[in-house]
C-alpha cells in the first residue's frame, strides 16, 4: 500500500493521519509494511578442475542431460543453471593456479609479490574485493538487510597455510578473508556469546526477582528508586533480545564431539559445515557465505572413496590414464554430492516468516579456479548455480562462448539488486551483467 492509499483508508476509517502511527503495526488492517525478501549467496568452490566430458551437458537450453559428475543434482535439475564457456581472462603475476582462486571472485589481477608458483612470475594477494563481500557491504549498508555477521566463510580442509592458493574471498585490495575450517571454532563464534547472554539474563532475573522482594518492605521514596533500577533490568533484557523468552528461531545443530580436522574426517566436517550454515540463515545471522574445500593445488586423499592419490597429482595425468580419469571423475562427483546435500537441506528448511524454503530465497554458485587440470585452463570454468534466490531463469544449460567472468559477478550482484556497473577489471566488465532472466 503506498502512501496516497494509506490516507485515503485512514480517512475512510474516519480517524486523523495522526493516529496512522499508532495503526501500522495492527495486521488484520494490512497497514505494517511488507517485510523484504531475504536474499543470499553461497559461493561453493572444490579445486584442480574438472573432467570436461563427464561434466558439461552436451545440449544447451532446457532439454539437457546430466553427466556421470553432476549427477547426484539431478533433484535440482529444474532450480539449476549450468553455465559452459566462461573464461577467466586475467592476465599477469602468478601462475594459473594462483589467478585462478585468488582471481575467481575479485575479477581483478594480483599484485606483484614474492610468492613464487610454477614456472610464472610471483606474485601477491589481489588488488580487489570480491563479489561475495562486495554483496555482503551492499546488505549491511541497509538496515532491512543487515545481519549479525554479515558474511560468513566456511571451509573444509584448507589448511593453515595463508596463500593465493588458498584465498578466494577479499575484503578489499591486498585483505585476503580466512575460511574457519574447524566447524567447532565456527560454532563457537556463531554461538558463544549467546550461552553467555543466557548466562546473563538467568542473572538478570534472580535479581528482578530479589528486587520485587525488597520492594515489600522499603520505604516510597526507595521505591521510587528501586523502580529505577527494575526499569534497567527491563533494558537489558530487551537488548539482548529477549521477547518471548527464545534467543534463537532454530536451535543450534547437536554435534558429536571430537571430530578432528583431519583428511579422513573431510566427509563428516563437510556436513557439520553444511549444518552449522543452514541454522544460521534460519536465524538470519549473515546473507552470504562462502564453503571452501581444500584449496587450489590441493593434495586431499580421498580415502573414503578408496582413492590414495593426491587430488592435485591426479588432475596433472594425461587424458589418456583411463585410472585417472575414473578417479577424478569419482572425487568431482563427490564435490556435487555435498553440493547437493546443501541444496537439499536450503530445500527442506522453512523460510521463517513465509510459506516458501530457504532455497527460494537462495542461489548457489559452484566453483573451480580451472577448467581442466592438466592443461591448466581458465578457460570454461566450471559455474553452476542452484536456487531462486536472484530471479534467474533456471533448468537450462548454457553456453557463454568464452564470455569473462567478471559479467557472471556483475549478474550476481544485479541480482540482488546492487546495480554496479563495473567489477574488477574495468575493460573485462564491457558488456555489462551476463543476461540470465
Not at 17 to 38: E, I, N, Y
Not at 135 to 161: A, M, P
Not at 385 to 398: D, K, P, T, V, W
Request: with cysteine.
Amino acid at each position: 500500500m503506498n502512501q496516497i492509499d494509506r490516507r485515503q483508508f485512514v480517512r475512510n476509517l474516519g480517524v486523523s493521519t495522526a493516529t496512522l502511527p499508532f495503526l501500522v503495526g495492527l495486521p488484520s488492517l494490512g497497514l505494517a509494511k511488507t517485510a523484504p525478501r531475504r536474499q543470499r549467496l553461497v559461493v561453493m568452490f572444490s579445486p584442480n578442475g574438472t573432467i570436461p566430458k563427464n561434466f558439461w551437458p552436451d545440449a544447451t537450453g532446457s532439454e539437457f542431460e546430466l553427466k556421470e559428475i553432476m549427477k547426484p543434482l539431478e533433484p535440482f535439475r529444474d532450480r539449476m543453471l549450468v553455465l559452459n564457456g566462461v573464461n577467466n581472462k586475467l592476465q599477469g603475476d602468478g601462475d594459473r593456479h594462483m589467478r585462478g582462486m585468488s582471481c575467481l571472485l575479485t575479477g581483478i589481477e594480483l599484485f606483484p609479490g614474492n610468492i613464487q608458483g610454477g614456472s610464472d612470475t610471483p606474485a601477491g594477494w589481489a588488488k580487489g574485493i570480491s563479489i561475495d563481500q562486495e554483496i555482503k557491504n551492499y546488505f549491511q549498508s541497509n538496515d532491512t538487510t543487515r545481519t549479525r555477521f554479515g558474511s560468513l566463510e566456511f571451509g573444509v580442509g584448507v589448511s593453515d597455510r595463508a596463500d593465493p592458493w588458498t584465498r578466494m574471498s577479499y575484503a578489499g585490495p591486498n585483505q585476503p578473508v580466512a575460511p574457519t575450517d574447524d566447524p567447532y571454532q565456527m560454532y563457537q563464534r556463531l554461538y558463544g556469546q549467546l550461552r553467555d547472554r543466557d548466562s546473563l539474563l538467568s542473572v538478570l532475573d534472580v535479581v528482578r526477582d530479589d528486587l520485587r522482594r525488597v520492594s515489600r518492605s522499603i520505604s516510597a521514596e526507595d521505591k521510587r528508586l528501586l523502580e529505577e533500577h527494575a526499569e534497567f533490568v527491563r533494558q537489558m533484557e530487551q537488548e539482548f533480545g529477549r521477547a518471548d523468552g527464545k534467543s534463537l528461531i532454530s536451535d543450534p545443530p547437536k554435534f558429536e564431539v571430537g571430530i578432528t580436522n583431519q583428511n579422513d574426517n573431510v566427509p563428516r566436517l563437510s556436513r557439520m559445515q553444511i549444518d552449522l550454515m543452514v541454522n544460521s540463515f534460519v536465524n538470519d545471522f549473515a546473507r552470504v557465505s562462502t564453503l571452501q574445500y581444500t584449496k587450489s593445488v590441493g593434495q586431499a586423499r580421498m580415502n573414503w572413496l578408496d582413492i590414495k592419490d593426491g587430488h592435485h597429482g591426479l588432475s596433472h595425468e594425461p587424458d589418456k590414464n583411463a585410472d585417472a580419469v575414473d578417479k577424478l571423475t569419482r572425487i568431482n562427483k563427490w564435490f556435487a554430492g555435498e553440493l547437493a546435500y546443501l541444496a537439499k537441506r536450503l530445500a527442506e528448511t522453512p523460510e521463517p516468516g513465509t510459506d516458501g524454503s530457504l532455497l527460494d530465497n537462495t542461489t548457489i554458485v559452484w566453483t573451480n579456479e580451472l577448467g581442466k587440470g592438466n592443461s591448466h585452463t581458465l578457460r570454461d570454468i566450471p559455474f553452476v548455480l542452484i536456487g531462486n534466490g536472484m530471479g534467474f531463469q533456471m533448468g537450462r544449460s548454457l553456453n557463454l562462448k568464452g564470455a569473462a567472468h567478471n559479467r557472471l559477478l556483475m549478474a550476481l550482484a544485479h541480482g540482488v539488486g546492487h546495480r554496479i556497473e563495473t567489477f574488477g577489471n574495468k575493460k573485462l566488465s564491457q558488456g555489462g551483467p551476463l543476461d540470465l532472466g
